[in-house]
């Protein structure tokens, strides 16, 4: 049954956000299932949908995928986001894995306490403008060119975008020190694909909210706190 | 130049250890440079050697490769450890993947306050046997075959034997369930590029013992 693929998460950005930034990117339609109760949670568990217990999972090609790393894999290397040979998917996984690291920092963010989300904060920021913000800016200067890798659009420039909007709703002047990733966030954000995705209406989730964070909590039982690393 | 990987890390398992055993697994030799002090990490970061100055760090073909999936990745690729097709591959990922958080829980261990360490084991015992283990058990059970994926060697098979092998570190009794592991845990251990990775004298790096973990603190904070 060839079929949209079919979104298992909750309504909110969480690990799936960049699931759907990549379909989006790719031009894939798709559609959603939101866990809302815990009910529907222990559903996909004894149907046996949750290969480890975890969402996010994504029904795709007959698979039910999970592991957020294997489904972004599966999508890139499908839709031709992936480089054109081992060298430029070496270079993808790289810049991929730095952005993914500091997209960590953000996403526990909805879950701290209030003290220790203005620490995080200082933190997000400090990682983005000291270590990630200045590799992909060197990287953009060194070669000239429109896109991270190989001259050609792939999963590296969407998952860096997304990062960039994502610390900017930390702090807006965020990319202040860094001209190459202003032109490069306006130029992929201008590409069609994305942004039709950008638009309202899309199925870009809004930032986290307490009701996010309250939905979680009860879906998963995940009452214990979470601090901050 | 000798044309062999480079591998810049601590001289101890932390996130480079699985990298260690594929590129045994792979019957590929490798060179280590080890991180003695916070000066040996900063010469590196000083000299651009480390594109988020982390490590670890690979020097492979040409390349200063880091982040630890990027690097296994490549390896995996370049030693066709990594499936034939997309569906394996996509396979592999997923237990690979999901080897890797239960590798995480491991590895994280020894930095626990004393006080957290009891709870701690019982999350670790308690993800591996009711989380985890049941996943690989059920698949060797159901194809029957003697590899994971695709009835073919791959990084899935290689990263799973480490990891169990981690596990029975922790708790020596902890496959006791598993008869399907505990053979898939003979089988691939008898393997003989990953027979000769276990055996004394190799690259393999001991479990990191309490006393060392201020040392490293102090390379890396």
Not at chain 1, 2 to 27: I, Q, T
Not at chain 1, 200 to 226: F, H
């Amino acid at each position: 049954m060839a079929g949209k693929p079919k979104l298992y998460y909750f309504d909110g950005r969480g690990k799936m956000e960049s699931v759907r930034w990549l379909l989006a990117a790719a031009g894939v339609e798709f559609e959603e299932e939101f866990l809302q109760t815990r009910e529907q949670y222990e559903k996909l568990l004894q149907g046996g949908s949750l290969l480890f217990q975890q969402v996010p999972m994504v029904e795709i090609d007959g698979m039910k995928m999970v592991q957020t790393r294997a489904i972004l894999s599966y999508i890139a290397a499908k839709y031709n986001l992936y480089g054109k040979d081992l060298k430029e998917r070496a270079l993808i996984d790289m810049y991929v894995g730095g952005t993914d690291d500091l997209m960590g920092f953000v996403l526990m963010f909805p879950f701290l306490s209030a003290e220790d989300k203005e620490k995080q904060r200082a933190v997000i920021v400090q990682k983005a403008t000291s270590r990630y913000f200045p590799a992909y800016e060197k990287v953009l200067k060194d070669h000239g060119q429109d896109f991270l890798v190989g001259n050609s659009f792939s999963w590296a420039d969407v998952h860096l975008l997304e990062a960039i909007f994502m610390v900017e709703e930390k702090k807006s002047d965020v990319l202040s020190g860094f001209p190459r990733l202003q032109a490069f966030k306006a130029r992929i954000s201008s590409i069609p694909t994305i942004k039709k995705f950008l638009e309202p209406g899309s199925q870009r989730k809004p930032v986290p909210d307490d009701k996010y964070v309250e939905t979680v909590r009860r879906v998963l039982r995940m009452y214990y706190d979470i601090k901050a690393n | 130049m000798s044309g062999k990987p480079k591998l810049h890390y601590f001289n101890g398992r932390g996130r480079m250890e699985s990298i260690r055993w594929l590129l045994a697994a792979a019957g590929v030799e490798f060179e280590e440079c080890f991180l003695e002090t916070k000066d040996d990490l900063i010469k590196l970061q000083k000299d651009g050697s480390l594109l988020f100055q982390q490590v670890p760090m690979v020097e492979i073909d040409g390349m200063k490769m880091v982040q630890s999936r990027a690097i296994s990745n490549y390896i995996a690729t370049k030693y066709n450890l990594y499936g034939k097709d997309l569906k394996e591959r996509a396979l592999i990922d997923m237990y690979v993947e999901a080897v890797i958080d239960l590798n995480e829980l491991l590895m994280t261990h020894t930095f626990q306050p004393a006080d957290k360490k009891e709870q701690h084991f019982a999350t670790i015992v308690d993800k591996a046997t009711n989380r985890y283990f049941p996943v690989y058990e059920k698949v060797l059970k159901d194809h029957g075959q003697d590899f994971l994926v695709g009835n073919q060697f791959s990084r899935a098979d290689v990263q799973l034997l480490e990891t169990l092998l981690m596990a029975e570190e922790c708790k020596p009794d902890i496959l006791a369930k598993f008869p399907h592991l505990q053979s898939f845990k003979a089988r691939i251990s008898n393997i003989p590029s990953i027979k000769k990775f276990l055996q004394p004298g190799s690259q393999r790096k001991p479990p990191l013992q309490e006393k060392d973990v201020p040392k490293l603190m102090k390379i890396f904070h």
